[in-house]
Structure formats: structure tokens, C-alpha cells
């Protein structure tokens, strides 16, 4: 596949491959595993293969489904404040203003911060299972991998964590404020996403469902 004396113009599509930042066009070189393909001009990862990639991803996007669940349903604070206290979780704080005309606001801060993270995770575990056993894709993958990579920047439970952080340091000097276990799970699931995102390699999920192996 490597001609190097052939310009990019005249090679066939699958023989190139395109950064995703800033649109440069180079010749398809498939690293060794451990090693990566990164843009010149940017920097960014374009290929970074990794042995049993797939399963370890897996067991990442499991333990953020769970985790997601359980940051939703485990109290996330604990406040007391003139002897009252109250407990909230996730959920509740995104519904906060959920009555009247602020509903719109709460759903889409409920889906921002929880329904469309767990939705993403149930999208690659719907893509990455039938690739990682070595049997055909699942049908749609190919649209669901697309989703699950659109609905990326709409993902934002680290902004979410960081907006907790900022009200905590308000809040410390008029109550008393305790973390529950969705607050420990909270910070964790932030962290897995994160890893999630970095070291998924999308032209490998790419290149396995274009040329899917034949049992």
C-alpha cells in the first residue's frame, strides 16, 4: 500500500487518511501496536493501536455505565444549614427547575450531565462487542458509532464537575457540606470518560466495520 513516489491526488480514498483537526491529507501507514500516527502539523492522535484495545474499552464504557447510574441515584451532597438538613443527588439538582416554564432548562441539564453520556456508552458497547469477538458488525454500527461521535462535545459531565467545585467553595462559608457516595462516583466517572475518549482509537472502530472479518 505505501507508493511513495505516487501523489496524494492519485491515490485511492482507503490508501489515505485525513486529520480530523485540521483537515491535512496524508499516505495510510499503520503503526505497530504501542506506537501512533500523529498529524505534523497539529499534533493530534490519528491512529493509535494498542493489543486487546477493544476489551479494555469495554470494561471501562461498563464501569461508566454503572457509575453513571449510580452517580444518579446515591445522594451527591449532603447540606446542613440551621439545623436543616437536606440531601440531593444528580438527578435532583438537574431538575431543580423543573416546574413552569424552567423545564426546558432542567431536561436538557439532566440530558447534558447524564442521559447523554450513558446514551454514548451504550453506543460503543453496542459497536465494540461484535467487533472485539471477531463477528460481523451490529446492524446500524456504522450510524451508531457516527452518533455516538457526534454527541461528543454534548457530553459534559466534567463541566459539571467543575461547576460543582465553584458552587462548593461558595456554599463551604454558609453550611456545612458533605459528599455522599454519588460525589466520590461523580469524580470517577469524569476521569473514565476522559480516558475513554483519549485512548479510543476511531479509525481502528472505523476500519473494523468498513472491512469487517469474514467468519
Known sequence: MDRPDTPLAELPMDELIVCPQCDAVYRLRRPAHGERASCERCHTALIT????AGLQIIAVAVA???LIIGAAVFPFLTIDAAGASNAVSVLDAALAFSGGPMILLSLATAALIFFIPLLRVLLTLYVLIPVVLDRPPARHAVAAFRLSEELRPWSMAEVFAIGCAVALVKVAD?????????????GAL?????????FLCKWSVWNS????KTS
Open 174 to 186: 454558609l453550611a456545612d457540606v458533605g459528599f455522599g457516595p454519588a460525589f466520590y462516583m461523580f
Open 49 to 52: 493501536p494498542r493489543r486487546n
Open 64 to 66: 461508566v455505565m454503572v
Open 209 to 212: 466495520l468498513e472491512h469487517p
Open 190 to 198: 469524569v476521569i473514565l470518560v476522559i480516558a475513554q475518549d483519549r
